[in-house]
């Protein structure tokens, strides 16, 4: 080549740059794109008016528009940006009020095929309501990149997506209501391009091959499939995910760690958390050197290898809600890559070591909250310098926390409450965190202040909760111009209200001042929970998302408070009036009120049935009316909501049918409480449709009937050892805030309310209705169950031989029935029961011999032809009862022992003259009741 040509290439080569570069900033909208783009626009509902630049009049260069990018050479449409991203700070409330309403909705119009040159397509983070993924979305062939994740598609992911063969980046990630599934994955078989594949939440039970179709995918490096239903697989023939870095396998339900997984040594993030696995963390994951994040969250793992304190790459490290016990290791100090570190809900003890202190890389997390940690903080926490999350809630630390946290200046989120710290804490000690935006410190502090201060820090959300601030109100909470939540409950506080509270946190949506002695009028706007407020509900901030005016003194009707600014909808999410003196109907009036997610009335004096604007209540999840005099049929109402976890209509006047209509409308029901109301008939078939129910509370109505055979599908109780979150949460639907919900069960003979433990009680109670029939065997398949109770019915028949397949029954009521036969001997297998009363029945013969049983009450047993231990009645040779000759000798016979039938009725008469004050002493009641086993068992065999 001579040198003019060389020269020639040489210059168009160094002035290319430039060509493309003055492109870029005269390349102009081809007009058939921008007419699909308004097209597209106009099918959209975008409440924020993102897409305003959308404008054909106001600007013809869509490649200006937001959201667009147009090819810098031909100017044709290559990327759509239409995603909406949550704030990236969960305790960011503005931020994400303000992602809610920038979301997009509507339609996908089917012009968006016309832009035949897109290949970035970014949908995710809207809500398209349900709607399935449109399949001529599969017609865009020149995608690379395609990100539909968490924008509420449901339904069949179309397989025409298998013509999307230049793929790289296929997003189809779901947390809706309704889930994606798959029939199959062949559609992604020809895709060799793909890179990254997340099919979170999709239902892939009927894709038997998709793990050898994913394993095949030459150039797959991230595979997410969290909460996806998945065949199962242990040990494939051969798998290949020769590129594979990244793998998500959380919330799939698997009980065991496949093995397949063992193979995959070059991973750099592993993810399984929300699963059932037991047991010692597998030795098969110790060749996994290179991993840099290992989420194990929320299994049942009980120890924690030495090996892993060598993983030296590791940033991530979330072992939180497992049954890790024990000290924690020197060793700890060796992972010095360690950017976040969870090891809560535990059962860690002892104390901190001093080796902490090396893990100065630590900037995001650090979490050692719910265990049994003790001892003052070590020096050494004072270096990690970086740190911007510390949470020690709920262990035994003692001593003064801020020796150490004093110096940690980046905090942003500071949790030390229910512990043993007595601390007076003073100006100085918290003086350096400045940054501070969340402090949790519910506990034994005293704070001691200048009247005048003003705390260097800004929070959003503070708990003081138990400290002593009073006996004056707090002056210095003034300074907190941005605080949206305030918990300072029992804090000595005994003085009035100072009028710039409420000119102050206008805007705050949550406020504990409960437990002081808070006097003088109560304002129109503030809520009081458990002091001495009477009079007339009050009114609330327009912005208040959580109300809680309950054990207070309110009395007469809600319509002023309910129905005040009724052409005004309100934000509040969490509506608390339980243990008042509220009274009359309850007013009809919730239109105004789309938010309620948790509606809390119980313990009042409300008549009447709901009244028809209830039904509005679409996000509803939890509705709680126990102990009042409501009345009427089961609330018809309550059928469009079908958002509800927990419904509790118990101890009111309620009559008629239990509606079939609950299995079909209230699917997610988890806690079903109906007792003591007066409902007739049978229990529905329908109620075995509620696969989420733990809790089934039916009893003291007047139900008849048979226990229905379907109970084998009540899926939540048919998983032991599960492990469940303790707690039950309501979400608000407008902003990010919860509430953590309780419930009074009766269980073992006595009502108690349940909190911190309820999502991990599964329970039934049919008692005290008039049900007949046998007990279906289908029952003895709920394996999860705790606690069981059929008492004071008409039942049948004998006690199912499968009863000892229940190995998480705690407790078993089968008293006041007709139930024949023996004691089944498998009954024996149930290693953690306490409590089991089968008296007054037709039972016959030994009572099965195992340790828990001969330790119960003999009253357990009394009332039938029972013998052996508890009893004081020896079982002949053949496990009968030995019956007694007028000579006290044993005999076979059946002659009426007269002088035992006069002993009977003399010792009723003079029982409570005589032996009644013996039942101050449990030795003599046990002696009665054996008594009064064998004379009934006597008189029973006359028969």
């Known amino acids: 080549m001579n040198s003019s040509v060389l020269n020639l290439v040489c210059l168009a080569l160094l002035t290319f740059p430039i060509v493309i570069c003055k492109a870029s900033r005269d390349v102009v909208c081809i007009p058939s794109e921008i007419e699909t783009l308004v097209k597209l626009k106009d099918h959209l509902i975008d409440p924020s008016n993102r897409l305003s630049s959308w404008n054909a009049t106001a600007n013809t260069n869509c490649c200006e528009w937001l959201g667009v990018v147009c090819s810098n050479i031909t100017a044709h449409v290559v990327e759509l940006h239409l995603g909406t991203s949550p704030p990236s700070d969960e305790y960011d409330d503005v931020g994400y009020d303000a992602f809610v309403k920038s979301r997009f909705g509507g339609e996908i119009n089917p012009c968006l095929v016309d832009l035949k040159h897109l290949n970035y397509l970014d949908l995710s983070g809207n809500d398209f309501g349900g709607m399935q993924i449109p399949s001529f979305i599969g017609a865009i062939t020149s995608l690379t990149y395609l990100n539909l994740s968490h924008a509420g598609f449901s339904g069949k992911i179309p397989p025409q997506f298998g013509n999307l063969t230049n793929l790289v980046h296929l997003g189809l990630a779901n947390y809706y209501s309704e889930t994606l599934f798959a029939e199959n994955l062949d559609w992604l078989s020809g895709h060799s ?37 998945l065949h199962p697989y242990d040990q494939p023939s051969s798998l290949n995910f020769s590129s594979l870095l990244t793998l998500d ?18 991973l750099v993030s592993l993810q399984l958390s929300g699963n059932y696995f037991e047991g010692p963390i597998p030795d098969g994951l110790q060749n996994f050197t290179l991993l840099e994040n290992l989420d194990l969250y929320y299994n049942s793992f009980s ?10 790459h590791l940033k991530f490290l979330n072992l939180a809600y497992n049954n890790l016990c024990g000290n924690i290791s020197d060793a700890l100090g060796n992972l010095t890559s360690l950017v976040a570190l969870d090891f809560s809900g535990n059962q860690i003890e002892g104390r901190f070591p001093t080796s902490l202190g090396n893990l100065c890389n630590i900037k995001e997390t650090l979490d050692f909250s719910n265990n049994s940690i003790h001892g003052a903080l070590p020096p050494s926490f004072g270096k990690l310098s970086s740190l911007r999350v510390l949470d020690l809630t709920n262990n035994l630390f003692n001593g003064n926390p801020f020796e150490s946290l004093g110096w940690i200046s980046k905090l942003s989120y500071l949790s030390i409450g229910d512990n043993r710290f007595q601390k007076v804490v003073k100006e100085d000690d918290i003086a350096n965190l400045t940054n501070l935006k969340i402090f949790y410190a519910r506990g034994n502090f005293s704070l001691e202040v200048t009247p005048n201060w003003s705390p260097r820090f800004q929070v959003t959300r503070l708990t003081l909760s138990s400290w002593n601030l009073g006996p004056k109100f707090p002056s210095w909470i003034q300074s907190q111009k941005y605080l949206n939540a305030l918990r300072i409950s029992n804090t000595g506080i005994s003085d009035s209200i100072p009028t710039w509270f409420w000119e102050t946190f206008s805007q705050a949506f949550d406020m504990d001042l409960s437990h002081n002695s808070i006097h003088g009028e109560l304002p129109n706007t503030l809520d009081l929970s458990s002091n001495r407020s009477r009079g007339q509900l009050p009114q609330l901030f327009d912005t208040m998302i959580r109300l809680d005016l309950s054990h207070n003194l309110f009395s007469g009707s809600m319509t002023g408070f309910l129905c005040q600014n009724h052409d005004k909808p309100k934000k509040l999410g969490f509506l608390n009036l339980a243990s008042n003196n509220l009274s009359r109907e309850i007013p009809d009036c919730w239109l105004m009120w789309p938010y309620l997610v948790d509606v809390n009335l119980e313990s009042n004096n409300f008549i009447g049935n709901l009244p028809p604007s209830m039904g509005s209540l679409v996000w509803l999840e939890s509705l709680q009316l126990r102990n009042n005099t409501l009345s009427g049929k089961f609330p018809q109402i309550l059928k469009t909501t079908s958002e509800l976890i927990l419904l509790d209509l118990g101890e009111n006047n309620f009559s008629g049918n239990i509606p079939a209509w609950i299995g079909e409308r209230l699917k997610d029901l988890k806690f079903l409480r109906l007792r003591s109301n007066k409902f007739l008939s049978h229990i529905p078939n329908q109620i075995c449709a509620l696969k989420s129910l733990q809790v089934l509370d039916l009893a003291n109505n007047s139900l008849a009937g048979n226990i229905p055979n379907c109970f084998n599908h009540l899926n939540a109780m048919m998983l032991p050892n599960r492990s469940t979150h303790p707690f039950i949460y309501c979400l608000s639907v407008n902003s990010s805030e919860m509430s953590v919900v309780s419930m009074l069960l009766w269980l073992k003979g006595r009502g108690d309310e349940y909190r911190n433990i309820l999502g991990l009680v599964t329970s039934i109670d049919l008692s005290d209705n008039k049900l007949i029939g046998e007990m279906p065997r289908e029952i003895t398949n709920l394996d999860g169950l705790n606690f069981l109770n059929l008492s004071h019915n008409q039942l049948t028949g004998h006690i199912p031989q499968s009863i000892g397949s229940m190995r998480s029954l705690q407790s078993i009521d089968f008293s006041r029935n007709q139930l024949s036969g023996e004691i089944p001997t498998t009954i024996s297998n149930l290693s953690f029961i306490s409590l089991l009363n089968l008296s007054y029945n037709h039972l016959k013969g030994k009572i099965p011999t195992r340790t828990q049983l001969q330790s119960l009450e003999a009253s357990n047993f009394v009332g039938n032809n029972l013998c052996g231990e508890p009893l004081p009645i020896n079982c002949s040779s053949n496990g009968k009862i030995p019956n007694i000759d007028q000579n006290g000798n044993e005999s076979e016979g059946h002659e009426v022992n007269w002088f035992l039938v006069s002993m009977t009725f003399g010792f009723m008469v003079g029982f409570w003259a005589v032996v009644a004050p013996s039942f101050m002493y449990k030795s003599w009641s046990s002696v009665y009741f054996c008594i009064i086993n064998y004379v009934w068992s006597k008189l029973k065999s006359f028969q």
């Open 193 to 229: 391009n793909l890179q990254y594949v997340d099919l979170e939440g999709a239902n892939l039970s009927k894709s038997f091959d998709w793990l050898q179709t994913l394993s095949a995918l030459p150039f797959l490096t991230d595979l997410h499939l969290s909460y996806c239903t």
């Open 303 to 312: 120890s924690l290898p030495d090996w892993i304190y060598s993983f030296r």
């Open 249 to 266: 396998l959380s919330l799939t339900s698997s009980s065991v760690v496949p093995k397949w997984i063992f193979g995959l040594t070059r």
